[in-house]
């Protein structure tokens, strides 16, 4: 059942550009629902889905569900941002998984902690995913030109591990909605006032993993700081944190 879905892969974000200006934010767990509401011009009614924390190290009849649910919201575009596997055994297994969303959408990745653990080299990541046409950004921008503006999205390496570099993310322009994919809440702490984005969104949180109703969150990975999932504000930064769909640690989510 889809019910059913949802709740194996926690949430997913749903960017959805679906009204004359306006750009939406569903975190659909369950019913969708609207959580953020920001202008962007010329790119009304474009759609896209984001995806985190898949530590994908065996395609299961799972991630296929998982395609099938992607395809039904019809994206324009992908996001993941990073961990998307635990060990150097499990690519294979995550190039199948992005090969069948590449099909529905294009498909933009950044990095995270497991995927620089799992011994996979950078350049490697950069081949095989250049290959299947997957945009791996990894402290880089890419620009998406519209009718009447422009979507720049910026990729960071993952700043739980102090490898992002913000120098990549461009300055503010008439017309141009800044995205940035990022793979730990943290990030939102090493942005600066100077720097202007419009959005971020993350991962790494797993929303704790662990959640018990009534008990405060008792595990977080480092570089969360305290942020488990759902819109965060920090000066005029703001940032998105996907509660994931793997685990780490445990083969479980409560």
Not at 178 to 197: C, G, K, S
């Amino acid at each position: 059942r889809r019910d059913d879905l949802l709740a194996l892969v926690a949430t997913r974000l749903v960017v959805a550009l679906d009204a004359p200006g306006a750009r939406r934010l569903h975190a659909t767990q369950g019913r969708p629902r609207v959580v953020e509401v920001v202008d962007l011009g010329g790119e009304a009614g474009r759609r896209a889905v984001q995806l985190s924390d898949l530590h994908l190290d065996r395609y299961r009849p799972r991630h296929r569900t998982l395609i099938r649910a992607v395809a039904e919201l019809k994206p324009d575009w992908i996001f993941i941002t990073g961990d998307l596997v635990n060990v150097r055994d499990g690519l294979p297994h995550l190039l199948r998984f992005l090969t069948e969303l590449r099909r529905l959408a294009p498909v933009y990745v950044t990095l995270g902690n497991h995927d620089h653990y799992s011994g996979i080299r950078v350049d490697e990541f950069a081949e095989q995913f250049d290959r299947r046409k997957v945009t791996l950004l990894v402290n880089q921008v890419t620009f998406i030109r519209g009718t009447e503006g422009e979507l720049a999205i910026v990729g960071l390496d993952d700043p739980s591990l102090h490898r992002a570099d913000l120098h990549c993310i461009p300055s503010s322009q008439p017309g141009r909605f800044t995205l940035v994919l990022a793979h730990a809440p943290n990030i939102l702490d090493q942005l600066t006032p100077e720097q202007h984005t419009d959005l971020t969104i993350c991962g790494h949180s797993h929303a704790g993993q662990w959640r018990i109703p009534g008990i405060p969150t008792f595990w977080l990975p480092p570089g969360c700081h305290g942020r488990t999932h759902g819109m965060y504000e920090k000066g005029r930064h703001r940032l998105y944190v996907n509660r994931g769909i793997g685990w780490s640690v445990l083969p479980m989510r409560l």
